[in-house]
């Protein structure tokens, strides 16, 4: 007869030994915690606006009934079960009408929001991913959440549990690309220095089921892009005052020129120190010397961006700038600068060819400092049509 | 590839100069190669594993801090709720406060006699709510306003409790020798333990 490994031996729990329960105490704590730790690495996957249904085939399909009886229900008790919030949040994934069906009704928005509050995890990450869906409607519906929610939400950005803190840096990404008020009003909850710290976390390594220092990157450049940034003044002083802090190999650091490009750090008004020179240098090229393709986004926004910054630099702060880059070329990367603009030629990307060449037209001009950093005769810049992609503006 | 003297020609077409990051020139490149943020949505099969989960009996995980004892399901519950409601405690009178921010504040505020002299004495002692602001005002009151007009704190947001302060369901109107008494009432140690956060 087969002995079944898991059927426990011992008697009933009145009369186990106290080892006994305990062991068995831990092995049940053990379990749970293998599920838990299972759930947070499997369980969260993220579709656009309709994209569910062709991915999900089991999806239960909510009709507009389900969705004003949840409604109804929810409203009156004031409270929303973690099953009630899962529908909903199916729901709002499906299509933008039942969204408009929830922004509609009164009160509604303000039982999920509570829920946040709440002291139970599961309905607190409930509330925020029934948050999150919720936020991939339009204007309106991003402004109703942030003027509900949006201080818990940033409390949550504090939270050490990192499925909240990630979940709520969905929502406000969501909100702030979407509707230009709602950005307002988070930036004056003080966000960008909280973005940014947690943007600048060196804790621990990448984690692809985590990856909070991303997100809070994505939302920083959204609050800084744009002629009309959400961003003040006074964020991006702080930003500029704490950018030595990102050190290029931690997590999430291809954002970081863009951040710094986008938020206009590098302009003819703003001066820089020493180490802020030697920072941006850094960034720059260390990217230029060790990212070895052009395939993947990352590795597009390091090169990219490090151009640009380089090409605003040397007009800007055109002095410490070169004789940064010329001890860093020669101390730490033992290379030309003509080597590395060549490698970023045989990428052979017409485009950012010629944003290599905006940049050899800041390094060489008649008011350039002698002697020049870079030598054209050892550029291998492409032969190709640049006539026809300069701007219209230019020709 | 581009000789010298096409070099410099080619050089020559484009104008030198800082550009700014909405310039046109960048316009194709963002097209071509740094993709727009796109709205993404959620979902999880979490609620499912927690469904299948063994029940909790009396065996399970409860609150061993002193006074608490409540039992939870899972240690996702028992964390958040250590998380939120005992990690910062006053060790003077045992309340429990959301952040290290406000737990500062409630110490100030309620616990420090130095304090309560010079805002009895007019002077801006009353740190913002929020830790990255270092306004400081000289009454709970324009503090409530700063946070409200500042920082889009919802009106009816629970503001006493943010350091430590009993919540009041029905204020009686403040006479004025009410008002020259908040202060010191508003020192009043509160056993009970708030859901903040």
Known sequence: ????????????STSRSPTQHIRDRNRQVAQQHREEQRAKTIDTVRFGLGEVQEE?????????????????????????SAEEMHKLSEAFLQSMDNIKLFFEAPGALQVIVKEIIGLDSGCQVGALECLCNLSLGEAPVCEKIIHQGGRNLVQCLDSPDERLKRTSLWIIANTISTSPKAAQTVVQMNIVPKLFYIYLDDSGEKNIANEFREDAAVCLQILVMGKNRAARQEDITFIK??????????VAAEYHLKIIFHADIVNPRNEFNIEQTHHLMDFILGNLYTTPDFGSIANRLRIVYAIRVLSNMVQCV???TIDAMRQQLRGVWE??????????F???EDLLSLEVVYLIRNLIHDKSPQPLPCQLDRLEVPNIDYEKLLPQEWK | MLSVAEIINLLNSIPVGYKSPEDNCFNAANQMYIPEYKKLGVITVANELQDNLPEADENDLFCDVPGCQIAFENSASYQAHFYNVHRYLCSVCRRCLPTAHLLCLHILECHDSYFIIRAKRGDAMYSCFL???KVKLPTPKQRREHCINKHKFPANYR?????GKPYKRHTKKPSKSVEANEIVDDMDVVADIPNMK
């Open chain 1, 1 to 12: 007869m087969e002995v079944d490994p898991d059927e426990p031996k011992t008697s009933p």
């Open chain 1, 56 to 80: 999900v085939e089991e999806l239960d399909e909510l009709s507009e009934q389900d969705i004003n009886g949840l409604i109804t229900r929810i409203t009156r008790r004031k409270h929303a």
């Open chain 1, 241 to 250: 005052d704490n950018m030595i802090k990102k050190c290029r190999n931690s």
């Open chain 1, 318 to 320: 055109p002095t410490t």
């Open chain 1, 335 to 344: 290379t030309h600068l003509e080597v590395l603009l060549n490698k970023v």
């Open chain 1, 346 to 348: 045989d990428f052979g």
């Open chain 2, 131 to 133: 830790g990255e602001c």
């Open chain 2, 159 to 163: 503001f006493e409790q943010l350091c």
